[in-house]
């Protein structure tokens, strides 16, 4: 059973209820997937909440489902988050697209000084779009029951106000701590990736003064679309959740 799809205003449900998939969801089961009454599949709320059940009905306006079971997961603890510099090409994309089908529990797009890549005027609202898509379609892939949250546009100087809330570990080729060091302490983890051009000397400063800690994957420089991905799997590591 691989199908799951999501229904962003399912709040509530109970073995026996009949819930539904209706616009391009219930297109996408029907017409792309060729789902037909009597099979299985999950639906999930993108908040943690999952229901499997088997298909009622089924069309392209509208798709039902008889519940047989019920799942609430609670959100993570700590949470991961990646900020994850704007980058040319579809290198960040790639970024988050992986890191959502690894667990990150939420991305921050970074406007970082040696972007090249820049999000300006409508750009802001396009590039919000297209990142909160990738995330949604990869936690469907990975059938995921929390879709990760996009925040908004983030400045260097954000970032370091960030870092006096959760715990802020910036990757850094030259860094002398390695990453598969780290000791959990509960807090969240925001996890800093540079552009392909690597972090300016001052956005270090502002974010080390600000309470960043640097970290080293070791002797291979990574690109900006691999190095958040490996990192987040050492983390899930650390934090016991592989």
Sequence with gaps: MAHFYLNEHLTAASVGDVVSLQGAEARHAVSVSRVQPGEQLRIGNG?????????ETAS??????????VTETPAASP????AQALAKG?????AVQVAT?????GVIPWSAQ????K??????????ERWSAIVREASKQSIRSWVPEVADLASTKVLGALAAEARMLVLDPQAESPLSALQPDGRDLVLVVGPEGGISDSEFDLLTRSGAERVSLGTPILRTSTAGPAAIAVLNTA????
Excluded at 239 to 242: A, E, Y
């Design 79 to 82: 949470a991961i988050w990646l």
């Design 90 to 94: 579809d290198r960040d994309e790639l």
């Design 119 to 128: 999000w300006e005027g409508a750009k802001v609202r396009k590039g919000h």
């Design 60 to 69: 392209p306006q509208e798709l039902t489902l008889a519940v047989g079971s």
């Design 47 to 55: 908040s943690g909440l999952v229901v499997v059940g088997t298909v």
């Design 239 to 242: 934090l016991g959740r592989w």
């Design 114 to 117: 040696r972007s090249i890549v």
């Design 101 to 105: 089908e690894l667990g990150v529990d």
